[in-house]
């Protein structure tokens, strides 16, 4: 069964640094994975997925996380924090015939000015 | 364009009582997925629903079940509540029910257990 590890319940940069959160996964065939954001009170809103091809993903808001099979991650980054990015970051994993996700704890990211 | 809306948005039970939530897709979207997140944590997933049937369902107790109805709105229906059951209940609608494919998600149902 599929699963997701998040490296770090809290990660804090400076506004204007680089943003990474680390996921690493665990699937038994090749996975289809995503990112989604969630602020306060708020459901989850998709960053971006990868499913096959290309192994840098783009994303909105100036996300991108990259696949690398031999290391079963799949890191978010962004070269320039702003403020609005302070939220709750979640990885997510689903394979085969399934469309039921998995999910990992969650990042929650701060932003200092 | 009318995204995924949850009803209602916040709601207080007792120990014991029966709930139950709604949720209407996305429009063009098909396939109707429960999670249930807890206090800190990820998102669980409950089940999932496609031409009115319940396709997958996760480590949830048989208290926990559900409805699709002809035009892909569904309701989740959770009996003898317990404490633990307090948690933020999120849906989230599809275009089929194949893999890969991404949900996008409604704001969810905020349920107190008291």
């Known amino acids: 069964a599929q699963s997701v590890t998040q490296l770090g319940s809290h990660v804090s940069v400076s506004e204007g640094a680089l943003v990474l959160l680390r996921c690493n996964y665990s699937s038994s065939v090749p996975p289809y994975l995503f990112w989604y954001v969630q602020y306060p009170n708020q459901g989850l809103q998709l960053l971006l997925k990868y499913t096959t091809g290309a192994t840098l993903v783009k994303g909105i808001n100036g996300f991108e996380a990259e696949f690398k099979k031999s290391e079963t991650s799949f890191h978010l980054t962004k070269p320039s924090a702003h403020m609005s990015d302070a939220a709750e970051y979640f990885c997510a994993v689903s394979e085969g015939n399934n469309n039921d996700m998995r999910f990992g704890a969650g990042t929650r990211l701060t932003v200092k000015p | 364009d009318a995204g995924v809306t949850q009803s209602p948005t916040h709601l207080i039970k007792t120990r014991g009582q029966q709930v139950t939530l709604r949720c209407s897709p996305k429009?063009?979207?098909?396939?109707v997925s429960w999670y249930q997140q807890a206090l800190g944590q990820g998102p669980q997933f409950i089940f999932q629903?496609?031409?009115?049937?319940?396709?997958q369902r996760g480590n949830f107790p048989d208290r926990f079940s559900g409805h699709q109805f002809p035009n892909y709105s569904s309701e989740l229906n959770v009996n003898a509540l317990l404490l633990g059951d307090s948690a933020l209940y999120l849906c989230a609608s599809s275009l089929g029910s194949g893999p890969g494919q991404p949900q996008h998600f409604g704001d969810g149902t905020r349920l107190s257990i008291l």
């Open positions: 629903y496609y031409e009115e049937e319940e396709r």
């Open positions: 429009s063009g979207h098909d396939t």
